[in-house]
């Protein structure tokens, strides 16, 4: 007969500490220095010491990321993770990093992320990528002119064909991540706009206008994930991650079952339950938002209104930080920096809202002046190919 192995109880995990490298307009750093500057700051954040990272996650830079970045922080994990599936990595690699953590296989887990998109182009390091390559299951694709915005744009049509979506509604969307940066001060652009400004913009797919499309920016960020025997020390109170999802749905458009359908249907019903919380219960929301048909139909797929009905959700300000379901409370990608893959920057923003840290003008409250108690972030990659969700929860 065999041994009988007795289950290892898993530990509650929390962030310890979050925070923001140089953001906007940075000419004058490496992507490296970026990454270490919000590690140096997260770490600061947290009130921790550096020997306590066993586990570390990185995507996006160098041959053998993260091992590169790894050395040039000078850390030696004995936990890595280097999942890049776009936009969601982050999400997906905080997922991951919280199962480790949780079944003792790491105690302190450093997301970093960091890049001069914005820099690299102005100098002629770069040129913007229309497309993420023409191999595989590309091919079929990128040489007819299918662009990344193109299969975007070709989605939110379909939802305005399918349900009556309007233009006026999605703008209404790059309105209200506007009016939310407004009280941002790291954010890249403050200056309110309208509905009829951002309809009357040069046209870059349709039906999406410049301001439906995210900005350009330089940046980055760093999340510190810890196990629960180790807040005691933690400079600041916890934030826990309560339950997270993820979910890949396709790469080639003919395989996309539904365009008004995104994989956040699946990864945020996974998180939810694994959270042991409703849609309903949520005090706000950080989405991936490269455009704003991404804000809309991830509102819809994760629950926050029926399939559909997304364009009457975010009218009358409901967006807002006021508002009854406040969402991208920086700014976003929209108006406060975008400089690649963003998610990590969703968590950041949720743990500051949490925390009471977001600053007047800009913080959530609920009823009586209270602290918000539930967050979730969502992060998009690809052309809706992958989706993570997180829950975040207070107390």
Same mark, same amino acid.
């Given at each position: 007969m065999p041994s009988v192995i007795s289950a290892t109880p898993r530990r509650r995990v929390a962030v310890a500490g979050v925070s923001l490298s140089d953001c906007g307009k940075v000419d004058d750093a490496t992507p490296y220095a970026l990454h270490a500057q919000a &590690? $140096?700051?997260a770490l600061a954040d947290s009130g921790l010491s550096r020997d306590l990272i066993d586990g570390f996650g990185s995507a996006g830079l160098g041959t053998l990321a993260p091992v590169e970045v790894a050395e040039y922080l000078g850390l030696k994990p004995t936990w890595v993770d280097s999942t890049s599936v776009g936009g969601s990595t982050w999400e997906v690699m905080a997922a991951h990093a919280a199962d480790a953590i949780a079944a003792g296989h790491a105690n302190a887990v450093l997301l970093v992320y960091g890049s001069t &998109? $914005? &820099? +690299?182009? $102005?100098a002629k390091r770069r040129t913007s990528n229309l497309? @993420? =390559? &023409?191999? =595989? !299951? *590309?091919? @079929?694709?990128? !040489?007819? =002119?299918?662009?990344l915005i193109a299969k975007y744009a070709m989605a939110a049509r379909r939802h305005m064909h399918e349900y009556g979506t309007t233009l006026e509604q999605l703008a209404s969307v790059a309105v209200q991540a506007r009016a939310n940066a407004a009280h941002n001060p790291d954010a890249m652009y403050r200056t309110p706009i309208t509905v009829d400004e951002v309809l009357a913009g040069p046209m870059i797919a349709d039906p999406f206008t410049k301001l439906h499309c995210c900005i350009r920016s330089d940046g980055g960020c760093a999340v510190l994930l810890v196990a629960e025997e180790y807040v005691p020390d933690c400079a600041k109170a916890p934030v826990w991650i309560l339950g997270a999802g993820e979910h890949v749905s396709h790469t080639t458009m003919s395989e996309w079952d539904d365009f008004t359908v995104s994989p956040a249907a699946v990864s945020g019903r996974l998180a939810f339950e694994r959270a042991g919380v409703r849609p309903a219960e949520i005090d706000l929301a950080e989405i991936y938002d490269a455009f704003t048909y991404m804000t809309l139909v991830? *509102?819809? +797929?994760?629950g926050f209104c029926a399939k559909g009905e997304g364009g009457a959700f975010v009218e009358e300000g409901r967006l807002l930080h006021d508002g009854d379901l406040p969402v991208n409370t920086d700014g976003g990608g929209l108006s406060a920096c975008h400089p690649g893959m963003r998610g990590l920057f969703l968590l950041v923003e949720a743990v500051r809202q949490l925390r009471g840290e977001a600053g007047e003008g800009r913080q959530v409250h609920k009823a009586g002046g209270r602290l918000p108690e539930l967050a979730v972030a969502s992060g998009t990659g690809g052309w809706f190919c992958s989706s993570g969700t997180v829950v975040l929860g207070r107390g």
């Amino acid at each position: 007969m065999p041994s009988v192995i007795s289950a290892t109880p898993r530990r509650r995990v929390a962030v310890a500490g979050v925070s923001l490298s140089d953001c906007g307009k940075v000419d004058d750093a490496t992507p490296y220095a970026l990454h270490a500057q919000a &590690a $140096r700051r997260a770490l600061a954040d947290s009130g921790l010491s550096r020997d306590l990272i066993d586990g570390f996650g990185s995507a996006g830079l160098g041959t053998l990321a993260p091992v590169e970045v790894a050395e040039y922080l000078g850390l030696k994990p004995t936990w890595v993770d280097s999942t890049s599936v776009g936009g969601s990595t982050w999400e997906v690699m905080a997922a991951h990093a919280a199962d480790a953590i949780a079944a003792g296989h790491a105690n302190a887990v450093l997301l970093v992320y960091g890049s001069t &998109a $914005r &820099a +690299d182009i $102005r100098a002629k390091r770069r040129t913007s990528n229309l497309s @993420f =390559g &023409a191999r =595989g !299951p *590309l091919q @079929f694709e990128v !040489p007819y =002119g299918h662009s990344l915005i193109a299969k975007y744009a070709m989605a939110a049509r379909r939802h305005m064909h399918e349900y009556g979506t309007t233009l006026e509604q999605l703008a209404s969307v790059a309105v209200q991540a506007r009016a939310n940066a407004a009280h941002n001060p790291d954010a890249m652009y403050r200056t309110p706009i309208t509905v009829d400004e951002v309809l009357a913009g040069p046209m870059i797919a349709d039906p999406f206008t410049k301001l439906h499309c995210c900005i350009r920016s330089d940046g980055g960020c760093a999340v510190l994930l810890v196990a629960e025997e180790y807040v005691p020390d933690c400079a600041k109170a916890p934030v826990w991650i309560l339950g997270a999802g993820e979910h890949v749905s396709h790469t080639t458009m003919s395989e996309w079952d539904d365009f008004t359908v995104s994989p956040a249907a699946v990864s945020g019903r996974l998180a939810f339950e694994r959270a042991g919380v409703r849609p309903a219960e949520i005090d706000l929301a950080e989405i991936y938002d490269a455009f704003t048909y991404m804000t809309l139909v991830t *509102l819809e +797929d994760l629950g926050f209104c029926a399939k559909g009905e997304g364009g009457a959700f975010v009218e009358e300000g409901r967006l807002l930080h006021d508002g009854d379901l406040p969402v991208n409370t920086d700014g976003g990608g929209l108006s406060a920096c975008h400089p690649g893959m963003r998610g990590l920057f969703l968590l950041v923003e949720a743990v500051r809202q949490l925390r009471g840290e977001a600053g007047e003008g800009r913080q959530v409250h609920k009823a009586g002046g209270r602290l918000p108690e539930l967050a979730v972030a969502s992060g998009t990659g690809g052309w809706f190919c992958s989706s993570g969700t997180v829950v975040l929860g207070r107390g």
